[in-house]
Every structure is written in C-alpha cells, then in structure tokens.
DNA sequence: GTCTATATCCCGATAGAC
DNA sequence: GTCTATCGGGATATAGAC
C-alpha cells in the first residue's frame, strides 16, 4: 500500500510526505505559500531536500496535482457505476474538500504551463468518465440524446455543484437552497421515469 | 473624469496607475508575481511610493478588486435593463477578459480575510442585479417562478458561462461547442414564447 | 537519503531627504 | 508627492559532507 508505484518508494516516506504537506499548505494559506522551506518543516525534512526528490518546485506542484488527480478519478470511477450515476455526479463534485486545492491549481494553470497542461489532461478524463456514466443513465431511462446530450447534462450537474462549493468557500450562499431545491427536484423528477418506458 | 471620487485624484495619477499596474501583473503572471517593487515599475513609479498610498499590498489588492466591480457592475446594469437579460446575462459572463482576474481573486479570498468580505459583497450585488432582470423577463414570458426561480435561472446561466471561461483558459473545451448550442437553442426557445401568452 | 552551509536574489515595510 | 537608503527576513537552488 505504501509501494504506490513502481520502486519510488525506497525512501523512508519523505517524498510522499513532501506531497502530502505541499497539498495541506496549498490548501491552508495558497501557492504563494508553499515555499521549499514551508513544506520542508510542514514535512519534518530539511529544506534542500526537496531538491533532492523534485527538480524544482514546479515539478513538486505537477505531483501534488497529479497525486489528487488519480485518487479523485479512482473515486469517481467507483462511485459512478453503481447507484444514480447523476445524483452520484452531483454530490462527488459538492464535496468541499478539494475544492479550495482546486481553486489553487485553477489560478496556477493560469501561468505556468506545465501545470496548465496537467489539469487540462485531468479535466478531460473526468469528463470522459462522467460523461460516459450519464450517457447510460439517460439511455436507460430513454431521455433523447439530441435534446440533451450527456456531455451537457454532465457539465450542467458537475459545474453546478462546483459553483456552489466554490462561493461557499468566500461565503457566498445567495439562492444556494433555491438552487440546490431546483436541482434535486429536477434528478428525482428524472429517476422516476420508468426505465425502459422510453423503448 | 480622471477625478473619479472625492478628493482622490490630487496626484499625478500615480495611486491610479498603480491599481492598473496591479491588475496587469496579476492577470498575466498570478498574485504572487504582484510585488510592490514589480507593480512600481510596471507603473513607473518607485517602490516606496506603493505604501504612501496603500497602507499594505493588501489594502492594494482591496482597491484593484473595488475598481474592477465598479466597472463591471455598471456594464450589467446598462446591458440588462435593455435586449434580452436573459441573452445578455449569458454574454457578459462569457467574457473572458476578466476571467484570469476573477480566478486570482477567488483564490486570495480563500486565504485573505480583508479579500473574501469584499468579494462577497460583490458577488452579492452581482447576483441581486442579475436575478432582478431575470425576473422581469421570466414574467414576461409567463414562466412559473416556483418551477423556475429567477435566482437559480440567474446562476445558471452565469455561472455555465463563467465556468466555460474558466475552462478555456486552461485549454479545456471537450463538450463546449455541444454546450453552448444547448443554451443557445433554450434561450431561443423561451424568447419565442408570446410575452404575455401566460397571463 | 539526509544533512549543513552558502550563493544570489527579492520581499514588505519604514525613515527621512527633497 | 516622490525619492534614496536600509532593516530584517525569506526565496530558489546548489555544493559538498556524512
């Protein structure tokens, strides 16, 4: 459990450590923050070794990212093939936990490539997947394709929920009940179709 | 016009420049590239001169964002009580000039008291405005307010094409085109609703 | 694999001349 | 209103001992 991948971990845990502080300070207090010397101390390492594990700090950023990416999407996978893939959709992507580290990510993209590049190869295979579990739940309850596309009612959901979590996080709430009324109302509308009725 | 508010303007224009300069750094390289020393030269000014008129890079980072919902509030209320609100509610927030600056500040509010109470007052004004117009409209095309809130509308709209800016700027369009002729073609079909046909 | 030590540079903020 | 000069500190990254 603790060998993740391949033969990285000959180390006494230092670099997953290194990864796991780096996300908790980004989290905490933003980028800006997590410094060489913050995580180090944050860790229980001394500054210089995280050049040793990471060629810069931006690679330590890329492995912060790339370490959520693939625990988020292992979950999403799980949870979206079994149960209401669409109200599944709707509370994975409502969670507050990752939400400020995303927001964090969001605003790095916006000026280092490579981070760019990274989130955007993320986001994609999130919506592949998510699209995917939508397009059988809509078949299945016989919604037509052309009026609304999985692609859009994938979207809609996630971004929804996002949003939503997003302002909460500055303390904005304004319409959050209507909105979270509207879009339950409208899942357990759809659930009740009968499935199959639309054959 | 250059003597916005009170007596604020006795300078050279320097306090002005300054606010512009920040927004620049900010938009092009992130918040933590907007030092006081690189947003002087950007306004061609020297560092020390950033505290004469800012208390703190803070208090800075305060008025930048004050000024920015200045405009942009003014912008919505001129473009919603002509047209279409609900088409123009959709455009505006589709635009991607401020999108890059929206991200930064959403991401120093997640970590920066003085920042998160003044963009929820914002966000706050923001969402009053445009459920307001949304309101007006809805009722004149006879939309029942239970089933569709003007506030949820209102979000919907802006928030899909906030997020679609969002996207975009860190490459991600899979599933935009698709969305995009989706809201489209919904607010066609609820502008060719006979105004008045629900009374 | 982890450390100490160091080079080089930039940071926010203040004091005080003009 | 704008400047020069400076304090005290923290940044990334590297060199080299253990």
Redesign the pocket.
């Known amino acids: 459990m603790a060998q993740s991948r391949k033969a990285k971990a000959?180390?006494?845990g230092?670099r997953l450590r290194l990864i796991e502080a780096t996300a908790k300070v980004m989290r905490d207090e933003g980028y800006a923050a997590a410094?060489?010397?913050?995580v180090a101390t944050e860790a229980g390492?001394?500054?210089?070794?995280v050049?040793?594990y990471f060629?810069?700090?931006d690679d330590l950023f890329v492995e912060v990212l790339r370490a959520g990416a693939e625990v988020s999407l292992a979950r999403m996978r799980d949870a979206l093939t079994d149960d209401d893939p669409l109200l599944t959709l709707w509370s994975l992507n409502g969670e507050s936990r990752m939400t400020a580290l995303n927001t964090e990510f969001m605003a790095l993209a916006n000026h280092r490539k490579v981070i760019r590049v990274e989130l955007k190869a993320y986001a994609e295979r999130v919506r592949d997947i998510e699209t995917a579990a939508v397009a059988v739940s809509l078949r299945a309850r016989g919604v037509d394709p052309q009026a609304f596309p999985p692609v859009v009612v994938s979207m809609l959901i996630a971004q929804t929920a996002r949003s939503l979590c997003n302002e909460s996080a500055v303390g904005v709430t304004l319409g959050h009940d209507e909105m979270r009324a509207f879009v339950e109302r409208q899942l357990r509308t759809l659930a009740a179709v009968t499935p199959g009725s639309g054959r």
């Open positions: 000959a180390d006494g230092a410094t060489s010397r913050r390492v001394k500054q210089a070794l050049y040793y060629p810069s700090m």
